[in-house]
């Protein structure tokens, strides 16, 4: 095991192969777009249609499993495990939390379609006729299906897969370490290589494609409000100042800059709200939500699998480019924003993850979508023909068309135009951040990577939506991420099915725990008494670990080596902790490892307890699943291997529960350990 003090172990650094793999797929794919711009709008175009006629039927099936499962195990009993150890508990509050990942999981795309999509649908619907009764009542629970639990069902997934294998299991914050459970060590060699390099590709291309969009809206907003011409060179301008402040914010890091925006721009467009709210038909509004909440839990199922097999082309067509189009998004957007999330969730438990990622960002969408979109169509139905148009032909300009029938239009559209901006900044931040997580070798996962990296992804985040305006190549973007989201698709299964049997492999340890009786002495109740009562100061901690800890557990070691095991203790020391950790650990081959580690805690001494001292020391023990809470001050030599030896026990009783099954259990590396560092490479 690596000590922490090794500043070569320790040194967070460039993944070669990963980084310069993935700029080599950039640039091919630039080149390619920019010098045969017509040519790859064709070939993207026949792509998408391709996709569409031939695999629709499978994105459909696939959003839907995607969702199903991250319900089903979040509901389940490994639905309180924790995304982390066990004793770790969330880095964020709720709020700041629920702020982050809807600026990243949505972002500037909301302004885009807010009143634009449920209008297509209302004045260009399949199978129903233009601006029908029918068509109407589907118009907003459409929307509510493109922008619902289904594509957050990904992301959750994503998220989900990466902050359990990280954090609870300290493999690196990257999509190879996902299909750990598939491949074992393998993840670290090619195969994984190729899965993060695809993920990075994918990232950049699907925030590319939304940053041109979003500068498409801005420079109309700019126009509208100061005559701000409409052109390239603006829009090139708009991106560099756009991409000086989102380097700004994340070199600051998640704690503060990414956070901050996140929170402000939720004030924003929660004001926004309200004020459409209040200055609109309140009481219709309010009415038209529920149903349309209703309507969309209604139909849900059925819109799900809705394929049009029994429609005609031009429903085909629309299928296509609306619900393909938005799953095939998704996906590609899964490796940034589940990376993001994942880096913003450790420490809560998987039910408390999937609830609130698919809850909390669930109930602005409907209120959002709703509201806006029944005010757009109710002045659509009262004359403004102008708004209907703009929505189906030049869907950027629709919002502020819309804000100019309301008052203080002068106020409204600045506050848009600033919510682009931030929106804008915070996925190119956020992107960023999560690129220059994919492309390095963190040897802590709770690290983000090197200032200078964040700078350099975002850059070429600017960079390729400059070069992709000035080539025109962003229709043929828009169908190239669609693409290439069907073979991620794929590698999303492998994600599920490593995700389920790793969360298998912990339950049936927790099994093996109850199974398991604690052997000891605990006829002794007086000495149990002083453990309980104990607050040990440095000396006496100090002298457990020198007279009881460290030759008990190299006793277990030595005995176990005798026995043709292959066991280590190790000692490190680590920054602000008073005394060393120590370690046992145990290896198999292609199982887990059982590790038994304790660490020393600085603790205020809690009222209730007759001492006067106001710090003690703990020392607690920690297994791969993190604390057992258990305090090991004032243990003697033979307790100390009573209890390990407890634990070994049931380590082993529950690699005999797995194998019972059929299958053994994989080989999860410990939350304590790291790979080794040809591992890495």
Do not use: C, K
């Given at each position: 095991m690596p000590h922490l003090d090794d500043a070569a172990a320790s040194r967070d650094r460039l993944h070669p192969i990963v980084f310069h793999g993935s700029l080599a797929g950039i640039v091919v794919f630039l080149i390619y777009t920019m010098t045969f711009t017509e040519q790859a709008g064709t070939l993207f175009d026949a792509g998408l249609?391709?996709?569409?006629?031939?695999?629709?039927?499978?994105?459909?099936?696939?959003a839907?499993?995607?969702?199903?499962?991250?319900?089903?195990?979040?509901?389940?009993r490994v639905g309180n495990i924790r995304l982390g150890p066990d004793d770790s508990r969330p880095e964020f509050s709720t709020l700041s939390w629920a702020s982050m990942l809807f600026a990243a999981g949505i972002g500037i795309d909301l302004l885009f379609f807010c009143v634009a999509e449920p209008l297509s649908h209302y004045l260009a619907p399949p199978e129903l006729a233009p601006e029908s009764h029918a068509a109407l009542r589907q118009a907003v629970p459409q929307?509510?299906?493109h922008w619902g639990?289904?594509?957050?069902?990904?992301?959750?997934?994503?998220?989900?897969?990466?902050?359990?294998?990280s954090y609870r299991h300290r493999l690196p914050l990257a999509i190879r370490s996902a299909l750990y459970p598939l491949l074992g060590r393998r993840i670290y060699g090619p195969i994984g290589n190729a899965v993060d390099i695809t993920a990075v590709i994918s990232t950049v291309f699907g925030i590319a494609t939304s940053l041109g969009i979003g500068v498409i809206q801005l420079n109309y907003g700019l126009n509208f409000m100061f005559g701000v011409p409409e052109s390239l060179s603006t829009q090139v301008i708009l991106i560099v100042l756009v991409v000086v402040l989102a380097t700004i914010s994340v070199v600051t890091g998640v704690e503060k800059g990414i956070r901050r925006l996140s929170e402000f721009n939720m004030l924003l467009a929660a004001g926004l709200l309200l004020f459409v709210l209040f200055q609109g038909q309140t009481l219709a509004l309010l009415n038209a939500l529920v149903i349309n909440i209703g309507d969309y839990l209604s139909s849900f199922v059925a819109k799900s699998f809705d394929t049009y097999a029994f429609a005609g082309d031009e429903a085909q067509q629309w299928k296509g480019w609306w619900t393909i189009f938005f799953?095939?998004?998704?996906?590609?957007?899964?490796?940034?924003?589940?990376?993001?999330?994942?880096?913003?969730?450790?420490g809560r438990t998987i039910r408390q993850f999937a609830m609130g990622a698919l809850l909390i960002p669930l109930a602005f969408m409907m209120a959002w979508m709703s509201i806006f979109g029944n005010s757009g169509i109710d002045m659509v139905t009262n004359g403004l023909t102008e708004l209907g148009e703009q929505a189906l032909a030049t869907p950027q300009t629709t919002i502020y068309t819309f804000l100019e029938q309301y008052p203080y239009i002068g106020i409204t559209?600045?506050?848009?135009?600033?919510?682009?901006?931030?929106?804008?900044?915070?996925?190119?931040?956020?992107?960023?951040l999560v690129l220059a997580n994919f492309t390095s070798i963190l040897r802590d996962v709770n690290h983000d990577a090197p200032i200078p990296l964040r700078i350099l992804w975002s850059a070429v985040i600017g960079l390729i939506t400059v070069a992709l305006l000035m080539a025109g190549g962003l229709n043929a973007l828009q169908s190239a991420v669609v693409i290439m989201a069907l073979p991620f698709s794929l590698v999303m299964f492998a994600i599920m099915f490593g995700l389920h049997r790793a969360l298998r492999t912990e339950k049936d340890k927790a099994d093996a725990r109850r199974l398991v009786a604690a052997t000891g002495d605990a006829g002794n109740w007086k000495e149990r008494l002083d453990h309980a009562l104990d607050t040990s100061n440095r000396a006496g901690a100090a002298a457990t670990i020198q007279h009881a800890l460290r030759p008990a557990l190299q006793q277990f070691v030595d005995e176990l080596t005798s026995r043709g095991q292959i066991a280590s203790l190790s000692e490190e020391q680590v920054e602000d902790e008073p005394l060393p950790r120590l370690t046992l650990q145990v290896d198999f081959e292609d199982v887990q490892s059982f590790v038994y580690q304790v660490r020393p805690h600085r603790m205020r001494t809690p009222s209730f307890l007759p001492v006067d001292d106001d710090y003690y020391l703990r020392l607690d023990v920690h297994l791969a699943e993190g604390s057992l809470g258990q305090n090991l001050n004032g243990y003697s030599r033979g307790q100390v291997i009573d209890d390990v030896l407890?634990?070994?026990?049931?380590?082993l009783q529950f690699l005999a529960l797995t194998r019972g099954e059929g299958a053994p259990a994989p080989a999860m590396p410990g939350s304590i350990g790291e790979p080794p560092e040809s591992a890495t490479m």
């Open positions: 249609n391709w996709v569409n006629s031939t695999f629709g039927w499978y994105y459909m099936l696939a839907v499993a995607y969702l199903v499962f991250v319900v089903v195990i979040s509901l389940s929307t509510f299906l639990l289904t594509g957050w069902g990904m992301y959750v997934l994503m998220g989900m897969a990466l902050a359990y294998f799953w095939g998004w998704w996906i590609a957007w899964t490796p940034f924003v589940g990376l993001f999330l994942a880096r913003i969730s450790r559209a600045s506050v848009v135009t600033l919510l682009g901006v931030v929106f804008f900044v915070t996925s190119a931040d956020s992107g960023a407890g634990e070994y026990e049931r380590h």
